[in-house]
Every structure is written in C-alpha cells, then in structure tokens.
C-alpha cells in the first residue's frame, strides 16, 4: 500500500492547505533555511599555528628545566671544590625546582592534550 494514498474517497494526498512544502521554512515559505547549517570544527582561525606555539614553548620549557637540572648536579657534585656549603645548598635547590618546573610542564601539556581531544 502507497503510505501517501489516503483510503478515504475523495482526499487530496500530500500537505494540509496551511502547511508548507518546506518544515524549516518560516511559515511564508522563504527565509533562511536552517538544516543547510552544520558545526565545524574551524571556530578559531589559525588555531593549528596556536597549537604549534603552544607544544614549542612547551619543549623549550622542558629542554630549560633540564639544563636547570643539569647545572644544579655538577653544583651541588662539585661545589665542596667550587665554594663550599652555599653553592651545594644552591644546587640541591636548583635541583627540586627543576624537578617542580618539569612536573608542572608535564601536567599543563598533558591537560592541554586532553583540552585539544575534546
């Protein structure tokens, strides 16, 4: 059975005389046609270049902790022979900074990851 013929004698099939052939249409007929517009993925402009700047700032973060990391060891492995107590007490500090400087550059790349999987 065709679902558009009507079993009663005499009915017209298709729209009510009110309706309008277009549902998204306003009720005159014209206008804007709404279910043409989708999402996109594209709401900031550039926002690759961002991403990059982001991850590049990131690593020279990282690549700064480390040598910060770096300098406090031979500090505080040598600093008997370089100037005594204050310069092994520098370099331990020096150290746990950059240890602290390595742990927040991982926690902010690993929660800007999961912001961009979003």
């Known amino acids: 059975m065709d679902p558009t013929s009507d079993p009663t004698p005499g009915a017209t099939a298709g729209p009510s005389p009110g309706a309008s052939a277009n549902p998204t249409a306003p009720a005159g007929g014209s206008g804007i046609d709404f279910s043409e517009f989708h999402p996109s993925n594209e709401g900031l402009t550039q926002l690759d270049i961002w991403k990059t700047i982001a991850n590049i700032l990131m690593y020279v973060g990282f690549g700064a902790a480390f ?10 492995g040598a600093g008997h022979k370089i100037g005594g107590r204050h310069v092994l007490d520098e370099g331990k500090t020096t150290i746990f900074r950059a240890i602290a400087v390595g742990m927040i550059l ?8 999961w912001v961009v999987a979003q």
């Open 67 to 76: 040598l910060a990391f770096l300098i406090g060891l031979i500090m505080w």
């Open 106 to 113: 991982g926690s902010a790349g690993t929660i800007w990851t």
